[in-house]
């Protein structure tokens, strides 16, 4: 096996993804735009899309870091628009594009449309998540987006499996598809119950780092596969697994947290940059296969499909939105929302790399040995349809944004809560630490005492600094110069390590002791997560 094509596929899409960040366009769409020209240009391998690599190897470390990242009780407190769009809406967009597609192309049949319908109506996690946190879409718009693209992979699978089983001749009843549908979704949230316990046990007990974050890289393909394998959802059980876990991540030890962090992020960006690469490097295959289909009628019917897709969205969340609120109960305990929170939710239904993968996972035949009708053109209108909502949606929905001026996060009040919530951490700190050095066995020098006292009231006073004023010379809070002056400081002890090893005053392995020591003093004083 060469490996060449996907390390180079890596390294140029990381590249691309870097690229993004000094640009206006967002990271996934310019993936997509170099993995289009990038698929005709020579010698650059061909890359196709495997639904048995992308469901179970990468579906499930994309879902677990979007979850893992998601906050439980903001998705519990938006539970009702959240199961509307990842349950109702995927399922009403099947049926609707299913239908629409139907009585558009000539002689498609009902069951090859429901499939293609199954197939592109779930919008995409990894999509969704990455928009969001660029356009800084508000709170809680941004909680029902990820909450809806975390659980309505399940609803589309599942609907695609049904709609499939009757396309190819399996004869499956309505009764039949619906028990399907229950015991996918329940048997997914039932096995991500059982694991989550002992996986969380598992993670709290061992004493190595590495043996804990080795267990964070299994728990998302231990999840999935062990759903599957008896036929229910690995994506409900790698959800609620990852929901549990990132509830009670604070009970993980420190050293874990922190290298887990760096390791979830450096195979999300990883992950997420090969996806939208591939994305755009399916081309040449999908118009290879177009077939018996003339270049003009197939653009027609991606054109009409889009706007389905779009227009069916719409149909939907508008009437979710404000129906429900008819119920007085549903009006008090939910927030009040006006039309523009529909409108974003309903034009941020960017489709991705799920869509693809399972339209690639469609049969070649039927049961009876037919060919599986219109195979070719439900690639080509999906591939159209995850090109058009991620290039004409997801440039636009930035500058939808700025037009309708919605409320962004109000980062005057985050640091004030901050600095609230920190002040009371610290006066509890304060006293646990009197308590302690009134006994006699936590007796320290005086120089020790006090320094314990000076990092409290350093971090206690921390966040207070970026609220006050800035530097009239450099523009910075006394809290940024501190830590720029501490970096300077570090550095050049750093500098001084280097040289004695250099000098042969200290060997190798006494250096990295002392630069690790630095990095976590470092780390400690910046305490700052980069995007």
């Known amino acids: 096996m060469d490996a060449l094509p996907l390390v180079a596929l890596v390294a140029a899409s990381a590249a691309v993804a870097g690229l993004a960040r000094r640009t206006p366009v967002p990271a996934p769409l310019l993936l997509v735009a170099m993995g289009l020209i990038g698929s005709y240009v020579p010698g650059v391998p061909t890359y196709t899309l495997n639904a048995h690599i992308v469901l179970p190897l990468l579906l499930p470390p994309l879902l677990y870091t979007a979850a893992v990242d998601s906050s439980y009780l903001d998705l519990r407190a938006n539970l009702r628009p959240v199961a509307l769009l990842s349950v109702g809406y ?8 299913g239908w629409l597609a139907y009585r558009l192309v000539p002689d498609l049949p009902l069951t ?3 499939v293609l319908g199954a197939v592109i109506a779930p919008p995409d996690a990894v999509t969704a998540a ?3 946190r660029r356009v800084g879409l508000p709170a809680r718009v941004t909680t029902i987006l990820q909450g809806e693209s975390l659980v309505n992979d399940a609803t589309a699978i599942t609907a695609y499996k049904v709609a499939l089983a009757a396309a190819v001749g399996e004869g499956m009843s309505w009764g039949a598809g619906i028990g399907e549908f229950f015991l996918a979704s329940v048997g997914g949230v039932a096995v991500g119950l059982v694991l989550m316990v002992p996986l969380h046990w598992l993670r709290t007990h061992l004493k190595e780092a590495l043996l804990q974050n080795t267990l964070s890289l299994l728990i998302p393909f231990v999840a999935y596969a062990a759903a599957e394998r008896v036929h229910a959802s690995g994506v409900l059980a790698v959800v609620v697994v990852a929901l549990y876990l990132g509830h009670r991540s604070w009970q993980v030890d420190f050293a874990t947290r922190l290298q887990e962090a760096a390791v979830w992020k450096m195979v999300a960006f990883v992950l997420e940059s090969a996806v939208f690469a591939l994305i755009g490097l399916q081309l040449p295959f999908v118009l290879k296969g177009l077939g018996t289909y003339a270049v003009a009628d197939a653009l027609w019917y991606a054109v009409a499909v889009f706007l389905a897709v779009v227009v069916v969205r719409f149909i939907w969340v508008y009437p979710a939105t404000y129906l429900p ?3 007085r109960r549903i009006r008090d305990r939910e927030p009040g929302t006006d039309w523009t929170a529909p409108l974003i939710v309903g034009w941020a239904g960017m489709r991705g790399v799920v869509s693809l993968a399972i339209a690639f996972s469609i049969p070649m035949a039927t049961a009876d040995g037919a060919d599986f009708p219109a195979r070719n053109l439900v ?14 949606q997801g440039l636009t929905l930035p500058l939808l944004v700025r037009v309708l001026r919605l409320p962004g996060r109000d ?14 951490a610290s006066t509890a700190a304060e006293a646990r630490l009197e308590e302690l050095l009134a006994d006699a066995r936590n007796r320290l020098p005086q120089p020790l005492t006090d320094r314990l006292r000076t990092v409290l009231e350093r971090r206690r006073n921390a966040v207070w600094e970026r609220l006050g004023a800035s530097n009239p010379v450099t523009g910075e809070s006394a809290d940024d110069t501190y830590r720029r002056l501490a970096g ?14 250099d000098e042969r005053g200290i060997d190798d392995e006494m250096m990295r002791t002392l630069l690790r020591r630095l990095d976590l003093e470092e780390a400690a004083a910046y305490r700052e997560e980069s995007d």
Not at 411 to 424: D, F, I, K, Y
């Open 325 to 327: 609120r008819l119920s």
């Open 112 to 114: 090859a449309a429901l």
């Open 90 to 97: 995927v399922l009403f967009a099947t049926v609707a594009v």
């Open 488 to 501: 300077e400081m570090i550095e050049a002890e750093r500098e001084v390590f280097v040289r004695l090893r």
């Open 379 to 392: 690639l080509f209108l999906t591939f159209t349809t995850v090109i058009g909502t991620l290039v004409i």
């Open 411 to 424: 980062r005057q009040a985050e640091t004030l809560a901050e600095a609230q919530a920190q002040s009371e």
């Open 130 to 132: 990455a928009i969001a």
